[in-house]
């Protein structure tokens, strides 16, 4: 009887780390699905910040004609959100403002201008302000004209 009992407990004890391996391996998606859902609820919110921060920053510019344009697109690989800001008003294209929030919730902010880009800054959507955003548009004004040289 007790080899049996031995090679019952083995079992019940051998399927127990099964289990246990395959709810640690799981974890890290799990942790990972989480923070997802964490960025997509707070993407709402995000976007009314941006708008709000190009509406307050065009309306100081309606008097030069050049306002700034918000586009959204959704859903890349590597991204939740990406969000373009270009300054309207002027002959050809210039540089656009890049901003791309992957599932942690990072912020990925990138000036493009032809085939050259350049990171402004990466920062948390949780914690991120309505002048943030606006000096991240002053910048995309500053790259369309920008301090002349002495």
Not at 34 to 60: C, F, H, W, Y
Not at 61 to 74: A, D, I, Q
Not at 82 to 101: A, D, H, K, N, W
């Amino acid at each position: 009887m007790d080899s049996d009992r031995n090679r019952r407990i083995a079992r019940v004890l051998a399927e127990r780390e099964r289990e246990r391996a395959v709810t640690q391996a799981s974890q890290p998606d799990r942790e990972r699905r989480e923070a997802r859902e964490r960025v997509i609820a707070e993407m709402p919110s995000l976007e009314t910040k941006l708008a709000g921060a190009v509406d307050e920053l065009n309306d100081q510019l309606s008097p030069s004609g050049l306002p700034v344009k918000f586009e959204t697109r959704r859903h890349t690989p590597s991204a939740e959100a990406v969000y373009t800001c270009s300054l309207m008003g002027r002959e050809g294209p210039g540089p656009v403002l890049v901003l791309s929030v992957d599932f942690t919730g990072r912020l990925n902010s990138v000036l493009r201008a032809g085939d050259h880009s350049s990171r402004l800054q990466t920062t948390d959507i949780f914690s991120l302000k309505r002048e943030d955003l606006i000096d991240l548009l002053v910048a995309l004004l500053e790259a369309h004209y920008p301090p002349a040289r002495s």
